[in-house]
């Protein structure tokens, strides 16, 4: 208990905030507290094509565009996961393809005394969420390093996709007829 000299009154916060640190610590000092941390991003593969340049420039027509989304993710070691958003995408004129840009945007995430589900969720969501301004910053230089304005993505609700693919497997899972006896 600590009291504060201004106004006479008592604090147990400390006290309160060494139990939590002490429930955390084994009596070897392993922490078993949860927790994740950005590592490291990079660019683990970017392809940029412009098929039609420079005749391309002069089109008229709104290109249709594209955007293809993947998340993959990998153990590294127990501790660390790499979690690889893919991004694509693709302007299409009646003329022709303007650009194509595939991106593999790469980035490392240690993950300690996380539950499964949770980490799974963490992965497969809320890392894609962080990882996607520094994605879209790398799709709307190539775009316009290609020789057109750069292409800004709108933001992409990764959690909401990751509960709505969820549900689908589950949907998935419990039509199939389970295995005959």
Do not use: C
């Amino acid at each position: 208990m600590q009291v504060d000299s201004k106004t006479g009154k008592h604090s147990e916060m400390a006290e309160e905030e060494g139990n939590i640190i002490s429930e955390n610590l084994r009596a070897n000092g392993e922490d078993t507290a949860p927790a994740i941390g950005m590592l490291s991003q990079y660019i683990k593969d970017l392809s940029v094509e412009n098929p039609n340049a420079p005749q391309s420039y002069n089109w008229e027509t709104t290109p249709q565009i594209d955007v293809q989304i993947n998340i993959e993710v990998q153990a590294v070691t127990q501790e660390i996961h790499e979690v690889i958003l893919k991004l694509g995408t693709k302007a299409q004129a009646e003329e022709g393809v303007q650009f194509n840009v595939e991106l593999e945007y790469g980035t490392l995430f240690g993950v300690r005394n996380v539950a499964d589900e949770q980490a799974h969720q963490f992965l497969f969501g809320e890392a894609p969420r962080l990882m996607f301004p520094f994605a879209r910053r790398v799709i709307a230089d190539a775009v316009r390093d290609a020789g057109y304005p750069p292409l800004v993505l709108e933001p992409i609700d990764f959690n909401g996709l990751y509960v709505q693919q969820l549900a689908q497997a589950q949907a998935v899972a419990e039509a199939q007829p389970a295995g005959e006896a």
